[in-house]
């Protein structure tokens, strides 16, 4: 999000608004909950509704990032000694400052791509969430979300304040940024062998950064001299939970996208039916093709091409890794998406684990048939194409296999 203030346009309470369908996102499901009286908040000093929140959506405190770029719209309260924290989940990202006014969400949505709310920390705040659009958008719908709403996550130099170096560039991070060039203006919590990451770095030489000696800042895996670990809910900004936020908010970008691309696809066609431009049964070569375009896109970033591998084995100090392979599903030999391989990449079945999240639920059924049919080729071997060659024939039968015991609904033509 970029600065906000009090007059923020297009602002609107996710309350009763919210309530005329079937809530379309968590936060909008959470927030039926507390009108319903199902749920309320404590209170805590200091951390507000921070921790309370969290467990009412399900977000493991184990998945806590932390970074100290002034990249948030509360960035006055942003340094390195009191960097922003991040927790996620499959289908909730939460962002928390200390001192902040408010806890920052967002969250995959059918309608909308990508939705953005804050949560008023303060203890005699009304308890509704608040949608933002243009406040946020101007960073999260634009050339670096490929203009549709998304989320952003950069690695950029920074100076002993958290502003980043502008000369110095930063890189936006996608599934192929090497790790050398990752996490610049982040907390890195772990061990990851002879690579040298951007992380735990506050720029000396902000003139030639990269006269810096980065070898303090590597296999960090203690915080309490850089900042009070007190203030937040774990000391640790676990290098596992970074990469896996990484993967995971490109694929939701990949979601988002698609289903407004096939949305708007759709809607044209009916336009055009609805006037009789064209005959009800008639569909354009071109608004077939976006679908197709849109759904290629999401099967790339489901089996990760493109995917920077791992020189060297990654360990996390948080306890992220385990607490977040156990949640599974498993199939009947106990294989699940979301067990790590952290030696040469990331997961050891390259399939994403969003295949079983509700934005990949909610994707509209023209991409969702074309997504599964691509999905079949490529896994039973019949694409051998250049973008997927990183699947051995070894990977392909497993995941599919995965698949086939553990994702519901699947098209008849897996049972083949």
């Not at 949505?109 to 008023?120: C, H, I, M, N, V």
């Not at 995971?248 to 009789?276: F, W």
């Not at 849109?294 to 099967?299: G, K, L």
């Amino acid at each position: 999000m970029t600065r906000f203030g009090v007059a923020v346009a297009c602002v609107v309470a996710c309350g009763l608004a919210g309530r005329a369908d079937e809530p379309t996102n968590a936060v909008l499901r959470l927030q039926a909950k507390i009108e319903d009286g199902k749920v309320s908040f404590k209170h805590v000093e200091g951390q507000g509704y921070l921790k309370s929140m969290l467990a009412e959506l399900d977000v493991p405190e184990s998945s806590q990032v932390l970074v100290f770029s002034k990249t948030s719209f509360q960035f006055e309260k942003i340094t390195p000694k009191t960097p922003r924290a991040l927790y996620f989940s499959d289908d909730v990202y939460v962002g928390y400052v200390p001192g902040g006014e408010v806890v920052e969400l967002s969250s995959p949505d059918p309608e909308l791509g990508t939705a953005f709310y804050t949560f008023d920390q303060k203890a005699d705040a009304p308890t509704g969430f608040l949608r933002h659009t243009d406040s946020c958008f101007r960073c999260h719908n634009s050339g670096r979300t490929q203009n549709r709403p998304g989320h952003i996550l950069r690695s950029v130099f920074t100076d002993r304040t958290g502003a980043a170096i502008g000369s110095a560039g930063g890189t936006l991070v996608e599934p192929g940024t090497p790790l050398t060039d990752r996490w610049g203006g982040w907390y890195v919590t772990g061990t990851h062998g002879k690579v040298q990451h951007r992380g735990n770095w506050v720029v000396a030489n902000t003139k030639n950064p990269d006269a810096d000696d980065r070898t303090p800042n590597q296999n960090v895996t203690d915080l309490t001299d850089r900042i009070p670990v007190k203030a937040y809910l774990t000391p640790h900004s676990d290098i596992v939970a970074l990469l896996v936020l990484e993967h995971q908010a490109d694929v939701h970008n990949r979601l988002s996208r698609a289903t407004l691309t096939a949305n708007e696809a759709i809607r044209h066609m009916g336009m055009l039916k609805a006037d009789k431009v064209d005959k009800a049964d008639h569909r354009w070569a071109s608004h077939t093709r976006r679908i197709e375009l849109a759904a290629e896109d999401v099967v790339r970033g489901l089996l990760y091409t493109g995917e920077t591998k791992l020189d060297d084995e990654v360990k996390g100090t948080s306890g992220f890794a385990e607490q977040f392979a156990k949640r599974g599903p498993a199939d009947g030999e106990g294989r699940s998406l979301r067990q790590f391989d952290l030696k040469t990449r990331l997961f050891q079945y390259p399939c994403s684990y969003l295949i079983y999240s509700k934005a990949f639920d909610d994707l509209p059924a023209e991409v969702k048939a074309v997504v599964w049919k691509r999905l079949n080729e490529v896994l039973t071997g019949r694409d051998k194409s250049e973008a997927f060659a990183h699947l051995s024939a070894a990977d392909r039968k497993a995941i599919r296999e995965i698949l086939a015991a553990t994702k519901k609904g699947l098209p008849a033509e897996w049972a083949k």
